[in-house]
């Protein structure tokens, strides 16, 4: 730290200073190193209360500001918003005091400290403090002052704070207003000293209402304002009906000296009958978790942001938020007093890594008692006025200990009304003092189950886990919530991706296959053994290199070199790895160097202790397998030896430097590699200790020398693991089609049809306290893309009423043809977060047969033959050719009127990327089965001509090279008729672990087109992708699109686009194309 940054006069304008806009975090503005966790800390050691005693980042802020001189008589306060973890303040050089906790405000009265004219404010901020043990959050570990800073200026007696309460009679009509007025003063107080207080409320025209007063002695102290108010609007998330209350303090002379105002909102929230209740009525909570984060600016949570969050999530049906895992900036707080949003309001406490009550859990500690309440405290004091809090939440993941029942008390003695939640991984979601039930993760059987057994209303704390392309089987939870009445909906985990924008830099390879290497964290280039080298800080700096298929064809030989140069030893040094199930150079602990490949199921692994001098000075280390034999050098020497005969395991893995890709993730318990490292080898033969010395780069299939580090711009990054790449939507908020799935679902009009046949369908509205007068019913009769019959009208449902319209009768349908009835409830007219027209719920019901309107026209048909030459069988008609191999029965062109249509023929395909929510679960037997390399053997290869048609029939196997005992049989049987018309129909069976993986990803078969069929047409589910376990939202139609909009930009890569229910599909250039359609209608 600068010395003596913090006194009066400092000159920052030497010494490195840097201008910075507040509020920002570190990390996003490239001042220090970005690291994401889930369950463990990022401290090294991890020994609540310490911290870190080697590395501790430490921001200096110094800001100086002019006294107004209207200011130099009164009391000035100087006020954190947010800050962490813990920061020290001085006022013109003098010590004003320390906080931490830094997701609630805290106030310094500096008065005493200020000076007319020029002031000086200097801050010192550490990335650690002794708080941030409870701050161990499924999220980036920001640092900085995150929030607004701001001075304000009071009378020496002044109005210090005001709690409101609104209580509701027995009709929830009428209602009892009390504001309870603190006073303070600067000074000694007189007996003289008497003051008024004085309350006027005022509604939301600004008409007044009513008038309340008190009187407090003394010049300080409190009193009590109460008035009765007839019937006043109510505050709901449906109707946000907000009264201002201005409540003015007077001298003895009458003359008003401070005024302050303060939103009220009358509601009055219980539980009931195992249900929570809000001005008697039962509420649904269609909510989402919103962990604040942005990928410009992190944890610093703009207006701009904040207020277009509220928008969207208006838009998409969401009605609630839980702060996880801390309270939000103040500004959602005033947008969901507004604007209608429910608060479940969490406390800033996790502590994942030590939440096993009572064995090791700070909630347990006598020394950490006060540190939790103080976060409670505060959290109530800031937002207890709200009246979109809803709920007070005493924190997440960190068990259950003396330190929650010690707030929950609180609570009950300041806040009796508001219910309290508890939201630990055990006991699931509860707590005795709870008194709504979270349950977390549960499936949608096990949440009817816990419906049948509950005391209490079930809101469930995280749910869907909404991981890249996710949200499958989202309308069963549901189904179970508008079943049970005690079940109430729950919080999606979560609302936005955590992504964060970072500089793209590369590092050249010079082996000459130019694979792609991406540096990741924030490393620094130093001198290295020779030229320049990559110094990594532990704090996740490490090297991802592109998974090139030159770099996996790894088998029966291997070697890998660099040059290491360690520093202090901080849990872990991964020198080069390729996941845990294929190789690794690392070092196993501070004494042990070890190199492993992993094959026929199992780890062989030579190790050898270190050298002295180990540390701080540069090593070769080298690890070599020859197919028969591993072996283990350090500085060129044999140091240990294995036999084992096999070859090297294959993984879906990356190559990565500095890190165990597949083990050092978010939630690695130390950090990792410390130290510097250069000229790193890949090669996949066995090279000696006298061929290493000769550096054959050459012959690398990957060499990196660190010599440079290029910046190609920003990407969007999820650090050491995918834990952040949670979200309905993305990072910068582009809604994913799982969004539009969860609008469906939540929708506050819900449609059914079981009589749609004969135009009758049922409507209901599930809105608790509103009618449906600001929406529109929209239906409409398609036969594929033909509309048939269309209308709308108006629709009148007072809250929780459900009604039988009767729309037209369906046309005739005499070809028993495939039609859909479609029935939208749209908005009437533009809100201040949506346009007139948008959709806010939409229902679709088959009335028709199973007969596919026609696709094409018609070909008038012809002859059709088959001719072999040289190896190709073709099949020929008028103004069409089918080519297929001889030998091997592939279709291998399809020609109309001499264009070719095709760019490769129809392959078994099984695989299709994994999604998020399978990595690392169904992902490794599919591999492990060979699913994603199946190559086809094909059987004998038969034509017939008969009725005049030709058929080809091609019986085959589909195994993975290497892979015994999973396989598939198949048979492809392709009929042309004379119109041109080609079938195929397809039967294909799993044996051996194909037959018992989970589940197959996808089955089917996959052909190539020209690249110049850019049109995508389909006649299906859409227009955003869909699956089978998450179809709502997505009515049957006809679209077209261009094929680049089909892509879904999914954080990590995985499958996407997938659409249900389709009737046919066709590619085409806009002169022509292929079109493949099914027979009928499926189902």
């Known amino acids: 730290m600068p010395k003596d940054f913090f006194t009066e006069g400092y000159d ?35 020994a609540p209360p310490k911290v870190p005693h080697d590395v501790n980042p430490t921001g200096a802020y110094v800001k100086t500001f002019e006294l107004p001189k209207s200011w130099e008589k009164r009391r000035t306060f100087l006020r954190f918003e947010g800050v962490t973890s813990g920061y020290l303040l001085w006022v013109n050089g003098s010590y004003a005091g320390y906080d931490q906790g830094g997701y609630t405000p805290a106030e310094f009265d500096i008065s ?3 000076h007319p004219g020029r002031n000086t404010v200097a801050v010192q901020v550490h990335r650690w403090g002794s708080g941030a043990h409870l701050e161990d959050y499924d999220q980036w570990r920001f640092s900085g002052i995150f929030r607004s800073v701001g001075l304000y200026s009071t009378p020496a007696t002044y109005l210090r704070d005001i709690t409101v309460k609104t209580d509701l009679d027995a009709r929830y009509r009428d209602a009892r207003l009390t504001a309870e007025v603190d006073v303070a003063t600067k000074g000694p107080r007189r007996a003289t000293d008497e003051r008024k207080v004085l309350g006027t409320l005022y509604d939301q025209r600004g008409h007044k209402v009513t008038t309340m007063s008190g009187t407090v002695a003394d010049g300080s102290g409190s009193t009590t304002l109460t008035a009765d108010v007839a019937n006043p609007a109510k505050w709901t998330d449906e109707t946000p009906h907000l009264y201002t209350l201005v409540v003015r303090l007077t001298g003895a002379d009458g003359t008003v000296t401070h005024t302050t ?10 539980v009931k009958d195992r249900q929570l209740l809000v001005n008697g009525k039962r509420i649904l909570i269609k909510g989402v978790n919103r962990s604040e984060t942005d990928p410009g600016t992190g944890r610093h949570a703009t207006r701009e942001r904040t207020a277009s969050d509220v928008s969207l999530m208006k838009q998409l049906n969401v009605n609630s938020v839980r702060t996880s895992h801390y309270p939000s900036d103040p500004y959602l707080y005033e947008q969901a007093d507004a604007r209608g949003l429910w608060i479940d309001d969490e406390v800033d406490i996790e502590t994942h890594h030590h939440d096993a009550c009572p064995d090791d859990c700070l909630a347990e500690r006598p020394e950490w008692q006060a540190a939790f309440m103080d976060r409670l405290t505060a959290m109530y004091e800031r937002d207890k006025n709200h009246p979109s809090v809803l709920m007070w939440d005493t924190g997440n993941e960190a068990g259950l200990g003396k330190a929650h029942y010690a707030m929950a008390d609180f609570l009950d003695r300041e806040d009796p009304a508001r ?24 499936s949608p059987s096990s949440l009817e189950e816990k419906a049948k057994a509950t005391t209490k209303p079930i809101i469930m704390g995280e749910y869907a886990h909404a991981m890249g392309n996710s949200l499958g089987n989202f309308r069963e939870f549901w189904d179970v919530v508008r079943k049970y009445p005690q079940v109430q909906g729950g919080y999606i985990w979560d609302w936005a991706e955590q992504n964060i924008t970072q500089p793209l830099l590369t590092t050249p390879d010079t082996s000459g296959n130019d694979i792609l290497s991406y540096v ?32 996996d064809a790894v088998s029966d030989a291997l070697t890998l070199d660099a040059w290491v140069k360690p520093a202090d030893w901080t849990g872990s040094f991964t020198v080069i790895a390729k996941g845990d199930h294929s190789y690794a150079l690392k070092m ?8 492993f490949v992993y094959g026929d199921g199992d780890w062989h692994t030579v190790a050898a202790d270190v050298p002295d001098g180990w540390y701080g000075s540069w090593h070769r280390v080298s690890g070599t397998f020859d197919g028969r034999t591993l072996r283990l050098l350090i500085d060129g020497k044999q140091t240990a030896s294995a036999d084992w005969t096999g070859t090297v395991g294959s993984s879906a893995q990356p190559v990565n430097i500095g890190r165990n890709p597949e083990t050092e993730q978010e939630n690695i318990r130390t950090r990792m590699a410390h130290g510097t490292v250069d000229q790193v080898r890949v090669y996949h033969k066995a090279l000696s200790a006298d061929q290493l010395a000769t550096d054959p780069s050459a012959d690398a299939v990957l060499a990196l020398d660190f010599d440079r580090l290029d910046r190609k711009g920003e990407f969007l990054s999820y650090g050491a693991g995918t834990g952040g790449v949670d979200g309905v939507v993305s990072s910068d908020r582009t809604v994913q089609p799982e969004a539009r799935a969860m609008a469906a679902v939540h929708a506050p009009i819900r449609i059914s049809g079981d009589q749609a046949r004969a135009g009758r369908i049922e409507v209901r509205n599930e809105r608790s306290f509103t009618g449906t007068d600001d929406l529109r019913l929209r239906w409409r009769i398609t036969e594929g893309a033909r509309t048939l019959a269309q209308g709308s009208r108006t629709l009148d449902l007072a809250a929780g009423q459900r009604t039988t319209l009767q729309l037209p009768k369906p046309p005739a349908n005499p070809q028993d043809a495939d039609r859909q009835l479609t029935v939208e409830a749209v908005r009437a007219t533009d809100t201040a977060w949506a346009k007139a027209g948008d959709r806010v719920a939409v229902e679709q019901f088959d009335i028709g047969g199973r007969q596919l309107a026609g696709t094409v026209p018609a070909r008038a048909p012809g002859k059709v033959k088959a001719t072999t030459s040289g190896g190709r069988l073709t099949v020929t008609g008028d103004g069409f050719s089918y080519g297929f191999d001889r030998a091997s029965g592939e279709l291998v062109s399809m020609k109309s009127g001499g264009r070719e249509l095709l760019g490769s023929g129809p392959e078994l395909d099984a695989w299709r990327a994994p999604l998020s929510n399978e990595i690392g679960s169904e992902e490794g037997p599919w591999r492990e089965a060979g699913l994603d390399r199946l190559r086809t053997e094909p059987g004998k290869v038969t034509v017939d001509e008969r009725d005049g048609e ?21 048979t492809l049987r392709y009929t042309v008729s004379g119109t041109g018309e ?8 799993a044996r051996g672990a194909a037959r018992t993986v989970p589940y197959l990803p996808r089955i089917g078969l996959s052909l190539r087109l020209p690249d110049r069929y850019e049109r995508f047409t389909w006649y299906g589910r859409g227009p955003q992708e869909n699956y089978t376990d998450r179809e709502d939202g997505a009515p049957v139609g006809v679209y077209s699109t261009d094929v680049d909009e089909q892509f879904a930009g999914y954080t990590k890569p995985q499958d996407y686009g997938n659409h249900e229910d389709v009737r046919w599909a066709s590619l085409s250039d806009g002169s022509g194309g292929l079109l493949v359609s099914g027979t009928s209608r499926p189902g």
């Open 520 to 551: 990741s964290g924030k490393p620094d280039l130093v001198a290295g053994h020779r030229g320049k080298a990559l110094e990594l800080s532990g704090l996740d700096d490490f090297v991802e290199v592109y998974r090139d298929p030159k770099l």
């Open 419 to 442: 219910p309290v939640y508890h939201q630990p991984n055990s006991p699931d979601g509860d707590a005795p003092f709870a008194d709504v039930w979270g349950p977390r993760y549960p």
């Open 12 to 46: 920052t304008s030497r010494g490195g200073w840097r201008s910075v806009s507040v509020p920002h975090t570190w990390q996003t503005d490239g001042l220090d190193h970005p690291v994401f966790r889930n369950i463990p800390t990022e401290m090294y050691p991890d």
């Open 950 to 970: 030709v058929v080809v029939t091609v019986p085959s196997s589909a195994a993975a090279p290497g892979v015994k005992d999973s396989s598939f049989a198949q």
């Open 982 to 989: 080609l079938r195929l129909d397809h039967r294909v069976e």
């Open 261 to 270: 105002a303060q939103p009220v909102g009358f509601r009055e929230v219980e």
């Open 112 to 114: 005493d400290r200020l």
């Open 588 to 595: 196993r602990d501070k004494d042990t160097l070890e190199f």
